[in-house]
C-alpha cells in the first residue's frame, strides 16, 4: 500500500541523547514536511525539502536537522533531546504546491 | 502575524448538522484546506477550496469566502465514527501552510 512510513511509533529518550527519526515514502512525491504537533496548538513545521537535494527551515527548527538524499527518505534528527521536544512528530509528504498533505502515522516521543 | 481561529471543542448529536468555523488572517492566500484527524491517528484530506463558493463532497461541504477570510466546514447526518478533531490550513503567500489548533467535535447518541 502505497504511503509514508515513520519508525519508530513510540519512543522514550533520555535527555541529552541523540535520535533520528525515519520517515519513507513510496509516492514519489517532490516535497516532504517534518511537523510536530502539541495539545491545544496547530502542527508546527519543523523542517521541509521541496525536492532532494534541500532543505528548510519551518517555524520551530532549532534543535533539529534533516536530509534528504534521495526522494523516499527524509530522517529528522534530535542532536541532543531536551524536555521540550516531548511531542507527536509527523511527518509528510505532497506532490505539488496545490496539493494536499499524505501524513505518517506519528512519531509519540517523549523526553525525560 | 498570520492566525488561523477555530472553535476549540464542538457537541452535536447523531444524525443532526454541525457547522464549523474558521477565520484566517495571512499573508497571501493560496488555498484552504480542511483535515480531520482522528484521536491518535494522523491527519487526513477533507477538502480543499481556492475560490469562493460551496465545494460539496457526500455528506461534508466546505465554504470559502477569500474578502471575508472566512471558511466553514459543513457535516451532515453526523455518524459517532465523525468524532475527530477538524483541523483547517491556510496556504500564504509563499505556500506555506499555516494551521489552525483544531477544533474536536463530540458525537453525542
Known amino acids: 500500500i502505497a504511503g509514508i512510513t515513520q519508525a519508530p511509533t513510540s519512543q522514550i529518550l533520555a535527555a541529552g541523547r541523540r535520535m533520528t527519526l525515519r520517515c519513507t515514502q513510496d509516492m514519489r512525491h517532490n516535497a516532504m514536511y517534518w511537523y510536530r504537533q502539541d495539545l491545544g496548538l496547530g502542527l508546527r513545521l519543523i523542517h521541509y525539502s521541496n525536492t532532494a537535494g534541500t532543505t528548510g527551515k519551518g517555524e520551530v527548527p532549532d534543535g533539529y536537522s534533516v536530509s534528504r538524499a534521495n526522494t523516499d527518505d527524509f530522517p529528522l534528527t534530535l542532536a541532543s533531546a531536551v524536555p521540550s521536544q516531548t511531542s507527536v512528530y509527523f511527518c509528510a509528504s505532497s506532490d505539488s504546491d496545490n496539493s494536499p498533505l499524505h501524513f505518517g502515522n506519528g512519531t509519540r516521543l517523549t523526553v525525560t | 502575524g498570520q492566525n488561523i481561529d477555530q472553535p476549540t471543542e464542538m457537541t452535536a448529536t447523531e444524525g443532526a448538522i454541525v457547522q464549523i468555523n474558521c477565520t484566517y488572517q495571512?499573508?497571501?492566500?493560496?488555498?484552504l484546506f480542511w483535515y480531520q484527524q482522528h484521536a491518535g491517528e494522523a491527519p487526513t484530506f477533507l477538502s480543499y477550496?481556492?475560490l469562493d463558493g460551496l465545494e460539496e463532497k457526500g455528506r461534508f461541504s466546505s465554504f470559502l469566502s477569500r474578502s471575508k477570510g472566512y471558511s466553514y466546514l459543513l457535516l451532515k447526518e453526523l455518524q459517532m465514527k465523525d468524532s475527530a478533531s477538524y483541523l483547517c490550513a491556510v496556504k500564504d503567500s509563499n505556500y506555506q501552510l499555516i494551521w489552525g489548533a483544531g477544533t474536536k467535535l463530540i458525537i453525542k447518541p
Open positions: 477550496n481556492v
Open positions: 495571512t499573508s497571501g492566500f493560496n488555498g
